[in-house]
């Protein structure tokens, strides 16, 4: 399997690119999520039911609908990068990032040498070797990394973060940045908007993209997240549409 990432090249151009988040670690939500058309799906690690020994499953299945898989990994270890990235997703996205140290261990874990120190066996990445040559060849390229920006930490250090060399976003995870600030679920406090007007400055500044999860979006705020200039983004996540859907007949 050569790595291609057109989600990667359009947040390059600075195109906006949309997808969603699947919690639920059952193989017919995540198909019905894939179907619905969004460019990339997040397999969510961290707060998720998808254990690791089924990642490769999943992929496949996205790979199979011309889906991009990314993964929020369940923090910052380096065996979950390898973990994650030899099953096949083709972004991996870190949670809690804090500090440019934070971010510098994530360049180091998610991409080869030189640029990385990740790990080299021969896996389901590259077709267990058939192409493995291929594969080492643009792995670092094509594969995403994308920090999650959700503690005020984060803000006050976002300039040096985004000075590490090999992210490709900065992306909000509004909840547990405004819970950092005492402000939890108050998205739209004008402290928590600063915090985000912040990180979405930085992020264009340096030429990166920067991305927002939209827990529960309506089309008013898509369109009013997409003027201020957030490309990433993230609609709603598999657990609220479920709730909310079956809960609409009986109200």
């Known amino acids: 399997m050569i790595p291609d990432n057109p989600v990667k090249r359009k947040l390059s151009q600075g195109l906006v690119s949309l997808g969603t ?59 979950y990068f390898k973990w994650a990235l030899d099953a096949g997703v083709m972004g991996v996205i870190v949670p809690m990032v804090k500090n440019p140290q934070d971010a510098l261990d994530s360049v180091r874990y998610a991409k080869y040498p030189p640029q990385g120190e990740r790990g080299t066996a021969l896996t389901r990445v590259h077709a267990f070797g058939d192409t493995f040559d291929e594969y080492m060849a643009l792995a670092n390229q094509e594969t995403m990394l994308v920090l999650m920006i959700e503690h005020i930490e984060a803000v006050r250090h976002i300039e040096s973060i985004a000075e590490v060399e090999g992210v490709d976003a900065l992306f909000i995870g509004p909840y547990d940045l405004s819970s950092s600030m005492n402000l939890t679920g108050q998205l739209n406090h004008p402290e928590v908007e600063t915090a985000c007007d912040k990180v979405l400055r930085t992020a264009r500044k340096h030429d990166m993209a920067a991305g927002i999860h939209l827990i529960d979006p309506t089309p008013e705020e898509i369109a009013l997240r997409i003027r201020r200039g957030y490309t990433m983004i993230a609609l709603g996540m598999d657990v609220v549409m479920l709730r909310k859907s079956s809960q609409a007949p009986l109200a």
């Open 21 to 79: 988040w699947n919690l639920i670690g059952h193989p017919m939500v995540t198909e019905i999520l894939a179907n619905a058309g969004y460019e990339w799906i997040t397999l969510d690690l961290e707060h998720g039911t998808i254990p690791f020994s089924d990642l490769a499953t999943y992929c496949q299945l996205l790979e199979g609908k011309g889906v991009l898989p990314l993964c929020r990994l369940p923090g910052l270890q380096p065996e």
